[in-house]
Structures are given as C-alpha cells and as structure tokens.
C-alpha cells in the first residue's frame, strides 16, 4: 500500500522569530508545505522558503476560517496537516507523526491529536484535542471567523500524536477586536462565539463583563457537554477573583449536572476546602479525584496534574497536618511515579517526611 502524501499549511504574519522552530521541528514529516501569508512586513516569507515552502499572499479580512481554507485549497496531497507558526512538534511526538503517516488507513477521514498547552517542567500539564490531520477530497471547512474549527465527519481516528504550543507574543487584542465589531454591527453570538468572546474578556481582566457571557452560554440549548463543564470552571475562576469563594464552589458543583465528576473538579472542591480549613472534606474531595475516569472518547480541555500527581500532592499536605506521616509519605512516592523521583518537589517532601518518621518512631 502507497502511503499516503501529506500537506502541511499555515496562515502567518510576522512570524519570523517562530516560523523557523516550528518548520524545522516538522522534519520531513511533510511532502509540501504551503504558507499563506496574511499581511507580514518582516522576513516571514523569505524564512518560509527557506524551508521548501510555497508562500502565497492572502488580504487579511478579520476572518481566520477564510485565510485557512484558502491555505487547504492550495494542497496537492492526500492528507493535510496544519499548524501554526507557534506550534512545534517534539521530537519524541514527531516519531509518532511518522508512525502514524506510515501506518494511516486511507478510508480515515480526519485525524485528532493532543494539544499541549501548559507544562509543568518538560511534562505536558493541560492540554486539549484538535482535529489536526483531514483527508483532502473530503473537503472538509473551516468554520468561524474567530476561534475557528474544523468540520469533519466520517471515520475520525483519535490518535497518540501531539503538538505543544510555545508562544512567544501574540496580538492580544485582535479576536476581543474582531469578536466586539461583530457585536457593534448587531450580530448575536451563537454558542460557540459567546464561550470564546467571555475567555477573550477574562484575559483582558475584564471579568465581571465575562460573568453573564458565560452564564448565557450555559443557558443556550444543545450544548457541548464538555464546553459547558469548562465554562462552569471559568466562571468559577471568576468568581474567586472577584472574592466570592462560595460562589466558585457552587460553579465548581454546577458541572456535575453535565457529567459524572471529573478530577479537575474534584481537586477545585478540596483546594476550596483545604482553603476552609475542613481537612476531612478535602481529603475525600483528592481521594475521589484520584478515582475519576475520563469518558470515552473525550475531546475537551485536560488538566493533567489533576488526574496524575496533583492529587496526591494535596493528600500528602493533608495527612501530613493529620499527623499521618507514614500515609502522607506514600501519597509522596504516589506523585513520584508521574513527576520522578529526582523532582525538586518530592525530594523536598521525601526529605522533611523521612526526618518526621524517624522522630516518631524514636520517640
């Protein structure tokens, strides 16, 4: 069996300083690649065709979904795989790319993969998943003017591959920009645009104008299951700034009328505890934490520390106040298992746990 081709595109501008780390982090993974230039004024293109790029100039119009589908209408091969320009695959992901390139069914339509956006250390610590690979004559579109996402149907294949974001600076303003034209011409946001257009307004510190955007959000009719559990832990991030501690809990509980409990939710209502000073709560809150499972099939945002070591931390801390030395060290050797066991943290923990275990044992 041939295997099949792959296209990678891009929309830029002034991208110059990360351009090449992304392109030189993709390999030879790709058999073209197409960059659609959006209006740049530094060496984006020429860095491009440094690389074997064909660059193409596309007139910006505030619409990210235009200047996507026209980069996918330039591809020639099979499959095509997309990026920005502040994206970059690791080496030890890039493998993986190549396995599954090596390996992919032709009757596979789209492809998921994970996004990671945080880290703690080298580890990925939040991440998502997006649709990164589709197959071209399926002629899937992009959808959105902002926060725009693909299409698809068919057969999906979600796959162990990953792509990190790395950004160094962004237009911090352009999507609040684009998302407040739209509203000033009259424009009702539909689901999708009001959960991003109260994000947008929380990182600009806008919080109490982004409070009754994601209360609309959570009242509109056939939801995402998983956008409205991130909304009801936005708005409980909202809450907390503003001061209002029951409030964040109650948005922390409001997600369990969606689904089955989740760590992350877990870990919110024993830091919340823990923050009240009821050990005992926060103690089952971290101990259910570690026995949630995610759902088949699952496509939202991730926070990694709450299923991995994070809960095993906070147990640590409790029982450690408990007086239960010896169960705190074990939750310790717990969170080792994820973080390692030469992690600053643990071995602070190791440290002060073992000389606590031998006074009591010596006493």
């Given at each position: 069996m041939r295997m099949a081709t792959w296209s990678l595109c891009m929309i830029v501008r002034n991208e110059e300083d990360t351009l090449p780390r992304c392109l030189a982090s993709v390999g030879d993974l790709a058999d073209e690649i197409i960059v659609v230039d959006t209006g740049s004024t530094d060496r984006t293109s020429e860095v491009a065709r440094s690389f074997g790029a064909h660059v193409h100039p596309f007139t910006w119009r505030d619409d990210f979904s235009a200047a996507r589908n026209y980069a996918f209408s330039l591809a020639t091969a099979d499959y095509i795989l997309w990026l920005d320009a502040d994206d970059v695959i690791r080496a030890e992901d890039l493998s993986t790319w190549k396995a599954l390139k090596a390996s992919?069914?032709?009757g596979v339509d789209a492809v998921t993969a994970w996004y990671?956006?945080?880290?703690?250390?080298?580890?990925?610590?939040?991440?998502?998943?997006?649709?990164?690979?589709v197959r071209r004559t399926a002629g899937f579109l992009w959808r959105g003017q902002v926060h725009e996402y693909l299409e698809v149907r068919g057969n999906v294949l979600h796959a162990d591959a990953?792509?990190?974001?790395?950004?160094?600076?962004?237009d911090a303003d352009r999507n609040l920009r684009i998302y407040e034209a739209r509203i000033r011409a009259g424009e009702l946001l539909g689901p999708r645009d009001t959960l991003y257009y109260a994000n947008e307004l929380v990182d600009h510190g806008r919080i109490v104008e982004a409070m009754p955007q994601y209360e609309a959000f959570l009242k509109m009719p056939d939801i995402w299951k998983e956008d409205a559990i991130f909304a009801c832990y936005r708005l409980a991030d909202c809450h907390l700034r503003l001061g209002q501690q029951e409030e964040a809990r109650m948005a922390v509980l409001r997600s369990?009328?969606?689904?089955?409990?989740?760590?992350?939710?877990?870990?919110?209502?024993?830091?919340?505890?823990?923050e009240q000073g009821d050990l005992e709560a926060a103690l089952s809150w971290y101990r259910l934490a570690i026995l949630c499972r995610r759902p088949p099939g699952f496509l939202g945002f991730l926070n990694r520390a709450c299923e991995t070591w994070l809960p095993h931390i906070q147990l640590c801390v409790i029982l450690a106040r408990l007086g239960r030395i010896r169960e705190a060290y074990e939750q310790n050797e717990w969170a080792a298992k994820f973080l390692g066991s030469e992690d600053p943290m643990i071995l602070h923990n190791r440290t002060q746990l073992a000389a606590m275990l031998q006074a009591s044992e010596g006493a």
């Amino acid at each position: 069996m041939r295997m099949a081709t792959w296209s990678l595109c891009m929309i830029v501008r002034n991208e110059e300083d990360t351009l090449p780390r992304c392109l030189a982090s993709v390999g030879d993974l790709a058999d073209e690649i197409i960059v659609v230039d959006t209006g740049s004024t530094d060496r984006t293109s020429e860095v491009a065709r440094s690389f074997g790029a064909h660059v193409h100039p596309f007139t910006w119009r505030d619409d990210f979904s235009a200047a996507r589908n026209y980069a996918f209408s330039l591809a020639t091969a099979d499959y095509i795989l997309w990026l920005d320009a502040d994206d970059v695959i690791r080496a030890e992901d890039l493998s993986t790319w190549k396995a599954l390139k090596a390996s992919l069914d032709p009757g596979v339509d789209a492809v998921t993969a994970w996004y990671h956006l945080a880290f703690y250390g080298d580890e990925p610590s939040y991440s998502s998943r997006l649709v990164r690979l589709v197959r071209r004559t399926a002629g899937f579109l992009w959808r959105g003017q902002v926060h725009e996402y693909l299409e698809v149907r068919g057969n999906v294949l979600h796959a162990d591959a990953a792509v990190c974001h790395r950004p160094v600076r962004r237009d911090a303003d352009r999507n609040l920009r684009i998302y407040e034209a739209r509203i000033r011409a009259g424009e009702l946001l539909g689901p999708r645009d009001t959960l991003y257009y109260a994000n947008e307004l929380v990182d600009h510190g806008r919080i109490v104008e982004a409070m009754p955007q994601y209360e609309a959000f959570l009242k509109m009719p056939d939801i995402w299951k998983e956008d409205a559990i991130f909304a009801c832990y936005r708005l409980a991030d909202c809450h907390l700034r503003l001061g209002q501690q029951e409030e964040a809990r109650m948005a922390v509980l409001r997600s369990f009328l969606y689904d089955a409990p989740r760590s992350e939710a877990c870990c919110r209502l024993g830091h919340a505890a823990l923050e009240q000073g009821d050990l005992e709560a926060a103690l089952s809150w971290y101990r259910l934490a570690i026995l949630c499972r995610r759902p088949p099939g699952f496509l939202g945002f991730l926070n990694r520390a709450c299923e991995t070591w994070l809960p095993h931390i906070q147990l640590c801390v409790i029982l450690a106040r408990l007086g239960r030395i010896r169960e705190a060290y074990e939750q310790n050797e717990w969170a080792a298992k994820f973080l390692g066991s030469e992690d600053p943290m643990i071995l602070h923990n190791r440290t002060q746990l073992a000389a606590m275990l031998q006074a009591s044992e010596g006493a």
